[in-house]
């Protein structure tokens, strides 16, 4: 696993709280998988690329994610899950973000939403095809809205220039393979850049990357493990209610 950012960077990325790159050929590597654990106050996406992922979580969601799969989770009040990577033949590799929810939010009910290869959008533009995960290119939007962010998300692939008007402050582009140039600072296969200025990015080279932008929150952080909070006591407060089984809410029904 290579971790591009995590908990002593967040606060460069806000929105975003820590983002990593998975896989490998050896199922060994992997098969260990991520047995039931807690979330709270956050919102993770994961992106498969290739391989077959097993999840389960306690709001009765359950299924493989597939090669061109996204799992993107809503842990809100709090959720328990498991993502269990299957045997796969070839690499297996994927993407996992983590997303901070805004403070009146992170209590918000949990939520899942699947998404199949089949259902994403995709669109071209300039030189490059871009699948839309969340957000919008011109008239085109991904299927993944409501949410409790604001967030866009795009897997590009660009064999030339591409030019993206970004409407949000943070933006964080990672070249999965290839390099890509931005203004004077070119960017190799597995390094991040991260941009923090709203307006036109001009993207030149060929090169298969991830943009994912979004607007900072501004709040205070307490992170301990899978659960981010504002405070020190909702933090001890998450803990002491998975000791006391009265971590999962009840939900209203619909």
């Known amino acids: ?70 799992q993107w989770m809503t842990a809100g009040s709090g959720i328990i899950h498991q993502e269990m990577p299957q045997l796969f033949k070839g690499e297996m590799q994927g993407f ?15 939520q899942y939403r699947g998404i199949t290869k089949d ?10 095809t871009i699948k839309i995960v969340a957000g919008k290119i011109g008239n085109k939007k991904g299927l993944v809205e409501n949410l409790s962010t604001d967030i866009e998300y795009f897997e590009i692939e660009l064999a ?3 030019q993206h008007d970004s409407k949000k402050k943070t933006v964080l582009i990672y070249v999965i393979e290839g390099s890509l140039k931005i203004g004077n600072t070119s960017i190799s296969h597995h390094h991040a850049a991260l941009l923090e200025e709203k307006g036109e990015i001009v993207l030149i080279g060929k090169a298969h990357f991830l943009l994912i932008a979004g607007n900072p929150l501004h709040q205070p952080v307490a992170w301990a493990g899978p659960i981010v909070m504002n405070t020190q006591k909702e933090l001890e407060e ?4 998975l000791e006391e089984g009265t971590f999962i809410k009840p939900q209203p029904d619909l």
């Open 1 to 70: 696993m290579r971790r591009i950012f995590g908990p002593e960077q967040a606060s460069q990325f806000d929105p975003f709280l820590l983002f990593d790159h998975f896989g490998s050929p050896n199922p060994q590597d992997y098969v260990k998988g991520f047995p039931w654990h807690p979330h709270r106050g956050i919102e993770t996406v994961t992106y498969l690329l290739q391989g077959e992922v097993a999840h389960a979580d306690s709001i009765g969601n359950k299924g493989v994610i597939k090669s061109g799969e996204i």
């Open 96 to 110: 996992q973000l983590w997303i901070n929810l805004p403070r009146a939010k992170k209590m918000t009910a949990p």
């Open 119 to 128: 259902e994403v959008v995709v669109v071209k533009q300039d030189d490059a």
């Open 160 to 162: 030339g220039t591409y």
């Open 238 to 241: 998450a803990f002491r209610e």
